[in-house]
């Protein structure tokens, strides 16, 4: 029962991902080409809302549902790693046309071959592993 | 019922993954979904060539638990809950896509000529599916997360390294969109 409700966000996610259709390959697309607002309206909206959301949380110091103070982690500054894994991150999703979420979903939507493509992405986190400490960060 | 089974605009979208990310961060978890590739790769047994796959899989459980949501989500979603698959992409990427030999740009989620088990036949698609794979993953943890951890989470949470990834993913998606990708087709 304890992860019921980390299985309900799952699933209203999951759901979100279709209806919104940020799963699909063209918004994907379209977005690279500035030909909609669509992409761009959901994640300035989303982070918008976020940000007031955990504002809030810092401002009043509220607990989680274990009653624990919420800890909003940092992300490490690893600037040369944001700017080059970024990039290559971004040129993987333009490819695939799906980034870690939406290839989850779409398995779910009954598009088999993405089990090649979530593969290749458990292949290239693999060798980030591998190769981390030799890499710039 | 149509408000539902139609696409959902933008503005009821947005909110909406606000919502699911503050949902997981009142429930004492950070929204990010790449995590979960390093966590699979762990259970894989990855941990024995490298110690960056050497952590506590039981703390991301939750997670996992998350992306079989996600799993049975899509399926919903796409299922049950969708007057019609068509994506409302617009008239110039139409003509775009048309140009580059894409026969119905926006009838179905995906693209036939990429995701079809048809297309599979051939080599340029394993190609792709691959490459594409392969940099997601390999770059999401070497930026320290993708859309879910760095757009959403991180710039929600002010950070500036998120930014800097996510000015990286649209570096990387420009090239990807302008130039390399009217040469593949």
């Known amino acids: 029962m304890k992860y019921l409700k980390f299985l309900s966000v799952g699933i209203f996610f999951g759901i979100l991902l279709v209806k919104s259709e940020a799963v699909s390959w063209f918004r994907i697309f379209e977005m690279f080409r500035f030909e909609s607002f669509h ?3 959901i994640i300035g909206s989303a982070v918008a809302l976020g940000a007031i959301g955990i504002a809030l949380i810092k401002k009043f110091k509220l607990k989680d549902l274990s009653g624990q103070a919420i800890e909003i982690p940092s992300k490490a500054k690893n600037y040369t790693a944001a700017i080059i894994g970024g990039s290559i991150f971004g040129l993987g999703w333009a490819l695939a046309g799906a980034c870690p979420g939406p290839m989850y979903v779409l398995l779910g939507t009954g598009a088999v071959s993405i089990f090649v493509v979530i593969g290749a992405a458990l292949l290239g986190t693999f060798v980030y592993g591998l190769l981390r400490d030799k890499l710039p960060h | 019922m149509d408000f539902i089974l139609d696409p959902w605009p933008w503005y009821v979208s947005g909110p909406l ?3 699911v990310m503050l949902s997981l961060t009142v429930f004492g978890k950070n929204f ?14 990855a941990g024995k060539w490298a110690s960056f796959f050497k952590f506590d899989i039981k703390s ?6 998350v992306v079989l949501g996600a799993v049975i989500g899509g399926y919903l979603g796409s299922h049950f809950l969708q007057n019609q698959p068509d994506i409302a992409i617009s008239a110039s990427t139409v003509e775009a ?24 036949a051939e080599s340029k698609t394993w190609a792709i599916l691959i490459i594409g794979g392969f940099l997601v993953g390999f770059g999401t ?3 320290g997360g993708c859309t879910s951890g760095h757009a959403i989470s991180g710039l929600s949470n002010l ?18 969109t302008h130039l390399i990708l009217p040469q593949l087709f």
């Open chain 1, 39 to 41: 992409m761009y309206g």
């Open chain 2, 17 to 19: 993954f606000a919502l």
């Open chain 2, 32 to 45: 990010g979904m790449s995590s979960n590739l390093r966590t699979l790769c762990a259970i894989g047994g």
């Open chain 2, 60 to 65: 991301q459980k939750w997670n996992l638990v």
């Open chain 2, 97 to 120: 896509l048309q140009q580059m030999g894409f026969q119905n740009p926006g009838a179905s989620i995906l693209p036939p000529e990429l995701f079809s088990l048809d297309a599979l």
């Open chain 2, 141 to 143: 943890r070497y930026a």
């Open chain 2, 159 to 176: 950070q500036v390294p998120s930014l800097v990834a996510v000015i990286g993913f649209f570096i990387g998606g420009l090239i990807m």
